[in-house]
């Protein structure tokens, strides 16, 4: 098995590759080099480049610091403090006291709502608080 590698793309694999004066044939399938540019060809079948795992939680420091990267920390602080009574109270305990932070906890998720981001970009805040090394 072959995998063909260029700039246009990651093809493959494929049991026979010939190459031709003019392009690459894989198993009877012709890619022009005017097309595909310069190429390397590796043996096996292509890496699978999985999307990053969205984690259940992270540490609050990273939370944290992940959140002033983005530049919300101040707009995430101050909504914590505008909530109003007893929710309000909890919530400011919660994000004072707690070791970690869940993905799916209902502050998160409202908050982030509130903040304008999208699930994908709230998902996105995790895995880059994840990937942090403090």
Do not use: C, H
Not at 24 to 46: E, N, T
Not at 60 to 66: K, P, Y
């Amino acid at each position: 098995m072959k995998t063909i590698i260029s700039s246009a793309g990651t093809f493959g694999p494929f049991f026979v590759v010939d190459v031709l004066s003019d392009r690459l044939r894989a198993d009877g399938v012709d890619f022009q080099f005017s097309v595909i540019g310069d190429y390397r060809m590796q043996q096996g079948a292509p890496e699978l480049l999985l999307p990053p795992a969205v984690p259940e939680s992270v540490p609050m420091l990273n939370a944290r610091t992940q959140l002033y990267k983005s530049g919300l920390l101040d707009q995430w602080e101050a909504l914590l403090a505008d909530m109003p009574g007893d929710d309000g109270a909890l919530a400011r305990i919660k994000w004072a006291s707690a070791l970690t932070v869940r993905r799916d906890d209902t502050l998160v998720v409202a908050g982030l709502v509130m903040l304008g981001l999208t699930p994908e970009q709230g998902d996105k805040l995790f895995i880059d608080a994840a990937s942090l090394i403090l």
